[in-house]
């Protein structure tokens, strides 16, 4: 039902972002893409792909905001919302507006998170300029 274009990124909240970035970098000897310390995020390179790991400052208990994150390219990330719901797949919140364009995000019956997120913004980024 969902015309998945591909993965956007994996998503992690943590509690302290500088051992996050340590950890990373230094223990996992993960490439640091960028770091933004106001909202509280630092992405790493996941070797030659586009698709990374985004950290985010937040709670970190496994539920709610805590839950890993999936996001997977979608052409358009508010129609998909709409799909969903026709489906009968609620919406964890209204699209919301990211970097890139928007990200609808829903849990699984385990309470796993899968975002579907676009390019609208940044077509020239995204995968759905390939089509």
Do not use: C, K
Not at 113 to 130: I, K, Q, S
């Amino acid at each position: 039902m969902v015309d998945v274009l591909g993965i956007d990124n994996v998503l992690f909240s943590v509690g302290d972002l500088d051992a996050a970035v340590a950890f990373y970098t230094g223990t996992l000897g993960l490439d640091l893409a960028f770091r933004l310390d106001e909202p509280g995020m630092a992405l790493f390179r996941l070797g030659a792909e586009s698709p990374g790991l985004l950290v985010r400052r937040g709670p970190v208990n496994g539920g709610g905001d805590g839950a890993p994150r999936l996001w997977l390219e979608v052409a358009d990330a508010r129609a998909t919302a709409t799909a969903l719901a026709a489906a009968g797949v609620p919406a964890l919140g209204q699209p919301f507006p990211v970097a890139t364009g928007w990200t609808v995000e829903v849990a699984d019956p385990w309470g796993n998170v899968l975002g579907f997120t676009d390019y609208t913004t940044m077509p020239e980024r995204g995968r759905a300029h390939l089509s």
